[in-house]
Nanobody
Framework: QVQLEESGGDLVQAGGSLGLSCAAS????????MAWFRQPPGKEREFIAA????????SYADSVKGRFTISRDNAKNLAYLEMIDLKHSDAAVYYC????????????????WGQGTRVTVSS
């Protein structure tokens, strides 16, 4: 099974930009669909974005559509989440996930998870 590790979380000002990375190891990365979820303080984990195995299909939560971009580099076993125009409501621990669903928005469709990386948005 693939193992995942996120990086890139940081403190950023509202309106700023940030990029997250997810490094995969121990599995055939290109056979997994990838997704990002986030968990704001005191709230449930929520879907952010999903990406097909080849990167040709994407799905985004309405709350981030137009501001966040999910991508992947199968040669490097990396997935990315680029975020612009960050809002206070984007503050959360961000998780990448790997699965074999169909751009599912359900956390239960994903088999492997990273430990998370924290994004803090300041005024």
């Amino acid at each position: 099974q693939v193992q995942l590790e996120e990086s890139g979380g940081d403190l950023v000002q509202a309106g700023g930009s940030l990029g997250l990375s997810c490094a995969a190891s121990g599995g055939t990365f290109s056979t997994y669909e990838m997704a990002w979820f986030r968990q704001p303080p005191g709230k449930e984990r929520e879907f952010i974005a999903a990406l097909s195995r080849t990167g040709g299909l994407t799905s985004y939560a309405d709350s981030v559509k137009g501001r966040f971009t999910i991508s992947r580099d199968n040669a490097k076993n990396l997935a990315y989440l680029e975020m612009i125009d960050l809002k206070h409501s984007d503050a959360a621990v961000y998780y990448c996930a790997a699965g074999r669903g169909s751009l599912s928005r359900s956390r239960y469709a994903y088999d492997a998870w990273g430990q998370g990386t924290r994004v803090t948005v300041s005024s």
